[in-house]
């Protein structure tokens, strides 16, 4: 196990830091990619410095690796490193039999490997389908499709800074975070 004490973050890219579509919304993209217009989550940079000073973060999505690692090297602030980033190469494909679809399931045993215990995990997505496995773990945002006045990430900021000294992670209620936000 690694040998800190301190919490790893990881953060979905796709709907919970960004938006990427390939039609154009009404208001002006930040950047494009291929054939995407891509959006840029409200409070972004702010959100990814102040975790980074309390949270070890990373970045894991479905999507494809190499767009994961483009896209992720566009919005990086320089302050700020990752302990990885990783994509559908590193998810598991998993059938929903409720939904009668197959997901993209993000297993964080995966993590044991690197080191890293249960206990000191958070998972931030959009998508519970694709985190169920690890629902001790797991914070759940609204999904993000380019609205101006978003700021879901300034509040799951001052939220994580509030937990940042939880020894075990998977006993925390974690629904209704929101609501339980510390540091207005």
């Known amino acids: 196990m690694k040998s800190t004490d301190t919490i790893l973050v990881v953060l979905d890219l796709d709907e919970t830091l960004l938006h990427a579509s390939e039609e154009k919304l009404i208001l002006e993209e930040d950047f494009e990619y291929a054939n995407y217009y891509v959006y840029i989550r409200p409070h972004l940079k702010y959100f990814l410095e102040e975790i980074s000073k309390h949270f070890s973060v990373a970045i ?3 999507a494809d690796d190499l767009y994961v690692n483009d896209l992720v090297e566009k919005i990086k602030p320089s302050t700020v490193n990752f302990e990885f980033v990783w994509g559908k190469s590193r998810c ?3 059938r929903d039999y409720e939904l009668d679809t197959y997901v993209q399931a993000k297993h964080l045993k995966k993590l044991k490997k690197k080191g890293f215990s249960l206990e000191k995990i958070l998972i931030i997505d959009d998508s519970p389908e694709k985190t169920k496995d690890n629902y001790g773990n797991a914070i759940y945002i609204y999904p993000f499709e380019g609205e101006t006045h978003d700021t879901e ?5 001052n939220y994580l800074i509030s937990i940042r000294d939880t020894e075990n ?3 925390l209620e974690k629904r209704g975070w929101r609501h339980k936000n510390t540091l207005e």
């Open 153 to 157: 990430l300034k509040h799951l900021a």
């Open 169 to 171: 992670v998977r006993h």
């Open 60 to 62: 894991w999505s479905s």
């Open 92 to 94: 598991t494909l998993r």
